[in-house]
């Protein structure tokens, strides 16, 4: 129950920096924030009470005391996918600020670069 | 409540302060910086949710390369958020 | 005995926590998210004692190798090379 | 409990001692590199105590533990000297009570000159 606050409260916090923040570095923090909130979450919705990793290392061990491994290997995709994203939106805000001098969203109007 | 309950308590705490300070601050380096705490805590909570792989790869990528290409974007930018 | 031992290890963290809200200049934070990285390398070979899997030692082991180079670039950073 | 592991706990139990004595001096001390030094000195043998006291509690882990023991005492320091350098050349100077104690100043004036 725990794991659900601490991942709803990470993703409303990023929500709240992408919604109102004018700097375009804060808004990727904000997505950076967001993509740790859900990693949280979808971890959290495959855990099972008194279960181990799901690492056959010992013999003694058996598949049903071990918690569910497919939204592990999910999420460790999706991290370095958001890795990537991040990246390129940080290579972008670069790009705009070398045109616009600024990183002001309210003083980026007009669309051609 | 066991201990590991507290334990998950105190980490959760921590992680929304950790973001709030990276919202609300005005210099963006520490802002980087704090989404690097935020990482730090993230590696344990999955840590206590039984997925050491998932931890491994958070605690490589969040404290190393995010804070390395936050940093490079400062560098090219402003530092201060007006 | 594991569950004293974390009991400290927690009022190191919330120190350790406080000086990095608090601290005056950006080498303070610092200096606080570094120490909280080597305290949570800790931390996590103790949990690894307590779950009793030999697994969970390698994500302390990552933490150890690669945990210095976020430091290290906002240090490059401060100093104004990079 | 056999020997070796008594010692082990014994072990862990000072570890943990100076890595919170480590934290309070984090607290209390009132520039940054005296912060700095309390942190890295006693926060790192702290840190080594502890993965090496796990080590011989367990005797089969004692190799992997005796390796991120080695890489805690190399990576450290590298970090807190880098950060020292950096934050001197930023322009904080150290907490002095009287004046001109800061016998590093001209030494890195002289040296910047050089290398220009």
Redesign the interface.
Known sequence: M??Y??AI??IL??M??VLT???L??I???L??VD?GV??LF??VG?VKD???P?FSMPSLTADKM?DPVP?AL??TA??IG?AT??VA?GL??RL?DHHKT??INKIRQLKW | MS?L?V??????V????A?????WQK???????G??????V?????????????????????????????????????RY?? | MI?YI?IVL?LA?FFV?HR??KGPT?SD??VA?DN??TI?TA??VL?GLYFD?Y??I??AL??GV??F??VL??AR?LEGG? | MGVVEIIGWVIIVIGVAFLFLGALGLFRMPDVYSRMQTATKSVTFGTMGTIFGVGLVHPEWFWKTLIIAVFIAISNPISSHALARGSYKMGIRPFTKEENMDDLEPVVDKSEDEEE
């Open positions: 725990l794991y606050i601490g409260s990470l916090i990023g709240y920096a923040k004018k700097n570095l804060k990727v923090v904000g950076s924030i740790s990693n949280l971890i959290s855990y279960a181990t990793a690492i918690v592990q999420v460790l991290i370095v890795l991040t990246a940080l805000v670069i600020y990183l002001n | 201990w309950a334990l998950v308590l105190v980490l959760v921590v992680q929304i302060i973001a709030l300070f990276s919202v210099d963006l380096l520490l802002a980087a910086l989404t690097s705490a935020i990482s730090v993230l590696s344990v909570l999955f840590y206590l949710l039984q997925a050491p792989d998932v931890a491994l790869t958070e605690a490589a990528i969040g404290v190393a390369l995010s804070t390395i290409i936050f940093v490079i974007a400062i560098k090219k930018t402003d958020e007006e | 569950l974390l927690g963290t926590v990095g809200l950006p934070r610092i998210l909280i990285t949570t931390g996590l949990l899997r697994i969970y390698d994500v990552i933490y690669l945990s180079i976020g670039t906002l950073y990079l």
